[in-house]
């Protein structure tokens, strides 16, 4: 049935009253990607402050020798909350919310796949965050390091809450980057407007795709290794302690997995902001779009090759090493790719010299000494000299400012106009470039020479005549300038917001979707879903945003009060589905909140709080559900231009189902590393093997592999069998059940262990089958809940998503429990014949 | 389809498993004593890595060939198929590349020193 077309303003007006955020406390019920993504920049805006200030003290206490500014005690918090709030506060969350806040707007999607979860992840974000620099306002922050190595970080040596506060309040808002990397991968590939192929994709998305792509695999071995620290210093399960077997190289290995892929994580969103930014301002389209491609996909595998490069002293052997080394020179090469193809566009054009520019050019400048630099110490002889002293500091610091904090500052200047419907106002804009250029290279290229006089990382304090005094001096000179730099950058923002000029569409004159659209951005972004037939960065967006505006395209209507926006084939772009999003709600803070509640709970040892918190958690994510989803067949859906498709819940490949899948692969890598951890551990670490090993391993395995099979199974059969039918109701219900049998298995299994707090040997083994449990619990709760959803009317032959759902997830629980079953059968042969 | 987004990962998906092969076969040596059982000129140890070391760049190369082939006859298929063709194509050389360098220290570096 074709919908009735409205004038442009009413159409605004029930567009917004759809999809707008309600005034007052409803505020706290947002959902909108406007709304958070703005709320994710303003938060790392501020702990960007916070960090900031941090990196003032230290410049302070470091500033002359000798110093008693601050002890070495509160030095150590201070250091590494700088560290963590800048990598785990302000970088992630910064690109998090320009990627929330643009990508919809640059695929021409009205929102991100999953709202809600971008809510929850929000808290989840602020929740963390403020529990650490709570802690530091309490004086318990962490004091081991922003990378938390053992033994420093382990209970004998750290036997606060510090290190705890650390470990829960960085896992807790890495959900939240965890839950940004499946939305994002979700709705670049599916969220297209209609006709953007993947050839004519903005190049900003392919960014972002691969970058997500990065933080599923690279985030899941800091989830484990914090898990694993934790349950160390928790229950004394000794993973880490080499007089148990443990070894606290697995530590380094797990955050390094994690710590190096992240540079590149932090790196190529800027990256992606800088190859959309300087062709506008060239005037010409950029130089090697499938080169670029190419580049940023080789970049993102060899930086998983690389962590090792953080270890080079730790007496790994010389081949090891080598492997590590070369992979580390060669990331260089798909990094040159990309500036020679930045330079490429520059040359190529026709470049006007604008604020953002300025901040292109000081990111070459900057950026191009830290990659030399990084090339310098992906050489062994070289880093084994230079390894922990002030060049690494110089060197980090040239890597992600200039890879990351000037391309942020080119960005903001590029699009704050969007945000503020306003132009920026210049006077200020200038001198606080040449400020933060010529502070921070005051403050971090005399680094490089105290480090090479010898001057170590992370000392609080140091004698004076080492040669070190000036240079500090001026170090510390260079930081309180670079600060009044940034002072001005914000004193600049809020002037903009105050007393810019405001402006028509597009003022930079750019090809991109983003501008298609008034600013500030309305909630639901395009009134009409355009049809892209060229590159969706050579658009027209002056020409384009009228008729948007006007309803022309697709999906120009309301239809039943429904916030509704497109879903497309990954590869071709045509629309495939119309996919119904869910309102606004509070339950992703409540649920945030009783996420904190259980990571407060295990941070003050209250385990039977953390238990109430986590069925709370459990509980209110059911709630989640309730009206997600149709209850009767509705068939093909119009969506305007004379095409119709179905609603997503008659679809097969919907987002839900993408994100299941994305989902896994997170969860598959998080498993690897684990499984990583025990072949580690058998091979490497001392004190193996171990004095007592599981007997008859394979027999208690045949309980719960059965349950697990069987399982699979029920969910196989439900999905074949008709809905509704006895049968169908029988293996779900079945499958229910054997996944309880499962857990009844694993828990003996876990009981005929030795203790595990006695050799890591028994914990590995434990940790492996309780991640087992923890899977097959969750399947449980699934089947059961499928057979509600059945009753409830959300189940039938078109709509099987949650029928497909749990099949996967009763897959992935079944192939996961086996290999599980099978690492734990043999690590005691193994680690008898290691040792 | 669906399934040509693959097409530029491949290449250093073979890279990325063949880091994970050699970088575990190499350890495992160390662990097992491999270096200390003669075959022929050489022991064990050096035997495994420079075997995989080959294999790897027999796989990489191979996989490059194919992408060669897929990219010739995405080609006449017109966008986006050429674009992933293309892509795969550079990925996969690329991935030669970075195989031949990255494990070569296997040929001449003291495998567990």
Known sequence: MTQPRLTPIRLHKAMERIWGTGPGWQRLAAVNHNVLGKRFIVAAFVFFAIGGLLSMVIRAQLATPNSAFIGPEVYNQVFTMHGTVMMFLFAIPMFEGLAI????????????????????????????????????????APASGWFMYTPLSSQPYSPGINADVWLLGVTFVEISAMLAAVEIIVTVLKMRAPGMSLDKMPIFAWYMLVTAGMMLIGFPPLILGSILLEMERAFGLPFFDPTRGGDPLLWQHLFWLFGHPEVYIIFLPAAGALSTIIPVFARTPLVGYRAVIV??????????????????????????????????????????VQIFAWIATIAHGKPRFDIPMLYVAGFFVVFVIGGLTGVMLAMVPFNQQAHDSYFVVAHLHYVLVGGFVFPMLAAAYYWLPHFSGRMPVYRLAVPAFWLILVGFNLTFFLMHLTGLMGMPRRIATYPSAWGWDWLNLLSSVGGFVLTIGFALVLMDIIAQFSYGRRF??????????????????????????????????????????????????????????????????????????????PRQSYLPLFSGLATGLVVLAMLFKLYWLAGLGLVGVIGLFLLWTPGVGLKSDSGAL??????????????????????????????????????????????????????????????????????????????????RSPVGSALHYGALIGSGLSHGLAIAGLVLLMGALPDPRAHAYGAISFAILFYGLVHCAIGALLAFYTVWRVKAGYVSARRRLDLRLGRAWSDYTALAGLVGLAMVTVLPWLSGGAG | MARRIWLPLIGFIVWAVAFIVLYGA????????????????????????????????????????????????LAGEGAPSDLL????????????????FTYAPVLFVSTCV
């Open chain 1, 295 to 336: 580049a940023i996909v080789a970049m993102a595998f060899l930086s998983f090759g690389l962590w090792v490069h953080h270890m080079f002293t730790v007496g790994i052997p010389h081949l090891a090493l080598a492997f590590f080394s070369a992979a580390s020179a060669l990331v260089a090469i798909p990094t040159a």
């Open chain 1, 504 to 581: 028509g569409r597009d003022p930079f004159e750019a090809g991109t979707l983003e501008w298609a659209m008034p600013t500030p951005a309305p909630s639901y972004n395009f009134a009409a879903i355009p049809r892209i037939t060229t590159r969706a960065d050579q658009l027209e967006p002056r020409v384009l945003g009228p008729q948007l505006a006007g309803g022309h395209g697709y999906l120009g209507f309301v239809r039943d009060d429904r916030m509704e926006t497109l879903g497309v084939n990954a590869m071709t772009g045509e629309p495939d589905q119309v996919i119904i999003l």
């Open chain 1, 638 to 719: 119009d969506i305007g231009m004379g095409a119709a498709v179905p609603p997503d819940a008659e679809v097969d490949n919907n987002l839900a189902w993408w994100a299941m899948l994305t989902w896994l692969a997170g969860d598959a890598t998080l498993y690897a590393s684990l499984l990583f951890g025990a072949l580690f551990l058998v091979v490497v670490a001392p004190a193996w093997p171990p004095q007592a090993v599981l007997e008859s391993g394979w027999l208690w395995t045949i309980l719960p592999g059965a349950g697990l099979v069987l399982a699979a199974g029920g969910r196989h059969l439900a999905e």
């Open chain 1, 101 to 140: 806040y643009l990508l919809p707007k640059l695929l021409g999607a009205r929102d991100l796949a999953f709202p809600r979860l971008t809510a929850y992840g929000f808290w989840c974000y602020i929740f963390g965050g403020t529990i650490l620099v709570g802690a530091l306002v309490f004086g318990v």
């Open chain 2, 26 to 73: 190499q350890a495992l040596g160390c662990a097992f004593g491999w270096g200390a059982i003669g075959v022929g000129p050489i022991d064990l140890h050096r035997l495994v890595l420079v075997g995989l070391y080959l294999v790897t760049i027999a796989i990489l190369a191979q996989a490059a060939l194919w992408l060669a082939r897929q990219d010739k006859t």
């Open chain 2, 85 to 100: 063709g293309r892509a795969g194509l550079y990925g996969g050389l690329a991935a030669l590349g970075a195989g031949i």
